[in-house]
Each structure stands twice: as C-alpha cells, then as structure tokens.
C-alpha cells in the first residue's frame, strides 16, 4: 500500500473533524446528535489503525466491535457496551424503522450529562488509538 501513510492521515484528519462536531453539537444542547458524531469519530479512527495494522483499506462496515476486533484490538466490557451504544444510535439515525424509533428510550435518555460522559470516554478512546499510530 503505497499510500498507507495519506489514508490514516485522511481518517485522522476526518475522525478529529467529526470530534469538533460532536463538540459544537454538546454546547448547541443537540444531545442526541453529539452521540451520533461519537460513532462516527470512532469508526475514522478504527479505520485509521485497521489500515496501520493490517496494511489494507478499512473495510466498509460501522460495526466498531468488528473493526476493533480485526485490528487485533482486545476490547473490555467497557468499550464493547459503549460501542454497541454508539451503533445503535448510529443505525437508528440512518434507519429509522417503520412506525416508531426502537431506540426511543435511548435518545429519551440522551441529556447532557449522558451526552458528556459518552464524548469524555469516545475523546478518550481517540486519543488512545491516535498516540498507537507512528508512522
């Protein structure tokens, strides 16, 4: 892979983008869009150290367990829920089912406090995987 190095730059630089995003949206009181950005900077930076790691393009999948697990990534029960989290707002967002939104109760539950810890734990992770990316 020739150009390994401008991919994960490319994702970084996306991941960090998506970060400032949920930000802005956590201050605009947009809760439930903060979290949905959550996703979306975790799957960048996954899809930056799946290419890191394996040497090939990210798959195209928003499964964060899927992608953390083939990147060699030992995932705690920790991480495992919040991603799980984060995928189903991320799903329920692009796939709204008829007739009503099964993760009603989520968003419900979305305030600010749940929207912080759920940002200070994604920045987190970020910046894990970031500082692992020497290249």
């Given at each position: 892979m020739n150009n390994k190095k401008n991919i994960i730059d490319q994702w970084l630089q996306s991941a960090e983008q998506d970060l400032n995003k949920a930000q802005s949206l956590l201050d605009d009181a947009r809760y439930d869009w903060c979290v949905f950005f959550c996703h979306s900077v975790i799957e960048k930076a996954l899809k930056a150290y799946y290419v890191y790691v394996n040497n090939a393009i990210a798959p195209e999948t928003h499964d964060l367990v899927y992608?953390?697990?083939?990147?060699?990534?030992?995932?705690?029960?920790?991480?495992?829920?919040?991603?799980?989290?984060?995928?189903?707002?991320?799903?329920?967002?692009?796939?709204?089912?008829?007739?009503?939104?099964?993760?009603?109760?989520?968003?419900?539950?979305?305030?600010?406090?749940?929207?912080?810890?759920?940002?200070?734990?994604?920045?987190?992770?970020?910046?894990?995987?970031?500082?692992?990316?020497?290249?």
């Open positions: 992608l953390a697990k083939n990147s060699g990534i030992n995932l705690d029960e920790k991480k495992i829920k919040l991603f799980n989290l984060l995928k189903g707002f991320y799903m329920e967002a692009n796939n709204p089912k008829e007739g009503g939104w099964p993760f009603y109760l989520i968003y419900r539950r979305c305030d600010i406090g749940f929207a912080r810890r759920n940002l200070e734990l994604v920045e987190e992770i970020y910046k894990w995987l970031k500082s692992t990316l020497i290249y």
